[in-house]
C-alpha cells in the first residue's frame, strides 16, 4: 500500500492508479467487472462477520461490489473525502443525503437554483410526507444565508455554480454560518468536478455528482456520488444506501472508472473551448448578456477565482430576440444538438425557461429566450462557425 499513498499526492495518478491492486485480478491494467451478485465465504461464522473484517471482503451486490469499490476509493481520494458512495442516478445520492441528514419537521435552506428535480422532491415529497420546511435563498450575499439559516435548520443545500444561471455561492462563508446553527452542508459539484473545486475543504459536510456529467464523460452512464469527511454522516449514508438499494451497478462503475481515467485531460480541454466560445458570444452584437464565471465580466468572477481553479463546457447566454427566435436560432444548430443533459463529449444545446411563466423566469434570474449551450470536444473552431451560421440564420 506504500505506493497507494504515494498516489495520493497527485490528482494526475489517482485518476490513472488509485485504488487499482492489480495482483488481485491477475495483474490486468484494467480491472474487471465483477458482476457477482453475491460472494462466498469457507465458514458460516466468516459469513456473518465478514462486515466486522478488512473492507475489501465483499458479501452482497447490494452494499458492496469490488469494482464499485474502486470508482469510489477514487473519487473519494479526488474529493479530499474519506469516503465516497456510488448511486443509481443522481437524483438517487441526492435524495438520500436529505433523508440521511433531516426528519420529519426539519428546515431546509435551498439556492433558488439548484437541480429542477430535486427542488420537486423537496417543495412536493418531503413538505407533503415529512412536513418539512423549505426556504428558497437567491443565494448570492452571505447576508441571505445569515437571515434564513436558524437553529431549527438541519440542511443547507448549494449548488455552486449553477447549471442554467452559472450562478455561485460563498461555499467557505455559506458553511461558517450553517456551522453556527449546527447544520450541514451539501453542494452540487458536477459543474467543477474534484479537478477544479474541493467544497469538503471548504467547510461543506457533503459532496454530490451526477455520473452523467464529466465523471462518466461519455454520455453512456447514468449515476450518482455522494462524498463526506465525517465518521458519523459516512455510517449513515452507508446504512440509507443499503436500506434503499439505489447502489450503482458494477459495468456502470467500470465505464465510471474509464471516465476518471481522463477527466482532468478533458475538463481542461472543455474550458479552453468554452472559454473561445463565451469570448466569441460576448462580443456577438446579437447577444444581450453572457452567463458564464470564466468571463472576467461576470459578476462573481473575483468569488469564482478564489474557491474555484476553473470551469467546465457549460454556460447560458440571452439573445437579443423573442422566444420564438431563440427556437429556430437552436434548431439551425448544426454540430450543437437539442439535448437536455451536458458533460459528455457533445456538444448541446436547450432553452430551460423556454415554458416557464415570466414570474418564474425573473425569481430564477433567467429570461424565457435563455439558451444554455455545452461545449463538447468536436473543437472551439467548429462550435464558432456553427453559432456563426445560426446567427445568420435569424
Known amino acids: 500500500m506504500a505506493d497507494q499513498k504515494e498516489y495520493l499526492k497527485d490528482p494526475k495518478l489517482i485518476e490513472t492508479h488509485y485504488g487499482e491492486e492489480y495482483e488481485h485480478y491477475y495483474n490486468a491494467i484494467v480491472p474487471p467487472v465483477f458482476l457477482n451478485s453475491l460472494n462466498v465465504f469457507?465458514?458460516?461464522?466468516?459469513?456473518?462477520?465478514?462486515?466486522?473484517?478488512?473492507?475489501?471482503?465483499?458479501?452482497?451486490?447490494?452494499?458492496?461490489?469490488?469494482?464499485?469499490?474502486?470508482?469510489?476509493?477514487?473519487?473519494?481520494?479526488?474529493?479530499?473525502g474519506e469516503r465516497a458512495f456510488v448511486f443509481s442516478s443522481g437524483m438517487a445520492a441526492a435524495t438520500t443525503a436529505v433523508m440521511s441528514v433531516c426528519r420529519t419537521g426539519s428546515h431546509i435552506v435551498c439556492v433558488r437554483?439548484?437541480?429542477?428535480?430535486?427542488?420537486?422532491?423537496?417543495?412536493?415529497?418531503?413538505?407533503?410526507?415529512?412536513?418539512?420546511?423549505?426556504?428558497?435563498?437567491?443565494?448570492?450575499?452571505?447576508?441571505?444565508?445569515?437571515?434564513?439559516?436558524?437553529d431549527d435548520t438541519d440542511l443547507v443545500v448549494l449548488e455552486s455554480p449553477s447549471s442554467i444561471m452559472m450562478t455561485l455561492q460563498d461555499i467557505r462563508g455559506v458553511s461558517a454560518i450553517a456551522?453556527?446553527?449546527?447544520?450541514?452542508?451539501?453542494?452540487?459539484?458536477?459543474?467543477?468536478?474534484?479537478?477544479?473545486?474541493?467544497?469538503?475543504?471548504?467547510?461543506?459536510?457533503?459532496?454530490?455528482?451526477t455520473m452523467s456529467k464529466y465523471i462518466g464523460g461519455h454520455s453512456d452512464i447514468i449515476g450518482g456520488v455522494l462524498v463526506a469527511k465525517d465518521k458519523e454522516l459516512i455510517e449513515k449514508l452507508s446504512l440509507m444506501r443499503e436500506l434503499y438499494g439505489g447502489i450503482l451497478g458494477p459495468m456502470e462503475a467500470w465505464l465510471g472508472i474509464r471516465?476518471?481515467?481522463?477527466?482532468?485531460?478533458?475538463?481542461?480541454?472543455h474550458e479552453k473551448t468554452a472559454m473561445?466560445?463565451?469570448?466569441?458570444?460576448?462580443?456577438?452584437?446579437q447577444v444581450k448578456r453572457v452567463h458564464y464565471p470564466g468571463l472576467s465580466s461576470f459578476p462573481q468572477h473575483d468569488l469564482m477565482q478564489k474557491q474555484q481553479r476553473g470551469n467546465c463546457g457549460l454556460m447560458s447566454f440571452?439573445?437579443?430576440?423573442?422566444?420564438?427566435?431563440?427556437?429556430?436560432?437552436?434548431?439551425?444548430?448544426?454540430v450543437f444538438k437539442i439535448g437536455v443533459s451536458w458533460?459528455?463529449?457533445?456538444?448541446?444545446?436547450?432553452?430551460?425557461?423556454?415554458?416557464?411563466?415570466?414570474?418564474?423566469?425573473?425569481?430564477?434570474?433567467?429570461?424565457?429566450?435563455?439558451?444554455?449551450?455545452?461545449?463538447g470536444l468536436e473543437g472551439e473552431e467548429n462550435l464558432i462557425a456553427d453559432l456563426e451560421q445560426a446567427f445568420a440564420a435569424l
Not at 461464522?45 to 478488512?54: A, C, F, G, L, Q
Open 42 to 80: 469457507p465458514t458460516i461464522d466468516d459469513y456473518y462477520d465478514s462486515d466486522k473484517t478488512d473492507r475489501n471482503v465483499y458479501c452482497y451486490g447490494r452494499v458492496q461490489n469490488p469494482t464499485v469499490r474502486i470508482l469510489e476509493d477514487k473519487i473519494a481520494a479526488l474529493e479530499h
Open 276 to 285: 473561445a466560445v463565451a469570448a466569441y458570444l460576448e462580443k456577438h452584437p
Open 179 to 209: 456551522g453556527t446553527h449546527q447544520a450541514r452542508v451539501y453542494i452540487d459539484n458536477s459543474y467543477c468536478t474534484p479537478v477544479f473545486q474541493n467544497p469538503l475543504d471548504l467547510g461543506v459536510d457533503l459532496v454530490m455528482h
Open 343 to 375: 458533460g459528455g463529449f457533445e456538444s448541446l444545446v436547450t432553452m430551460p425557461f423556454a415554458r416557464a411563466s415570466e414570474e418564474e423566469t425573473a425569481w430564477l434570474g433567467g429570461a424565457q429566450n435563455l439558451i444554455r449551450i455545452h461545449c
Open 259 to 269: 471516465g476518471i481515467r481522463t477527466l482532468e485531460v478533458r475538463l481542461r480541454q
Open 113 to 150: 437554483n439548484v437541480y429542477g428535480p430535486l427542488k420537486t422532491f423537496l417543495t412536493q415529497y418531503c413538505t407533503e410526507h415529512f412536513q418539512m420546511r423549505i426556504t428558497f435563498v437567491k443565494g448570492d450575499t452571505l447576508e441571505e444565508f445569515e437571515e434564513a439559516v436558524t
Open 318 to 334: 440571452e439573445p437579443d430576440c423573442s422566444v420564438e427566435q431563440a427556437k429556430r436560432f437552436c434548431q439551425s444548430l448544426s
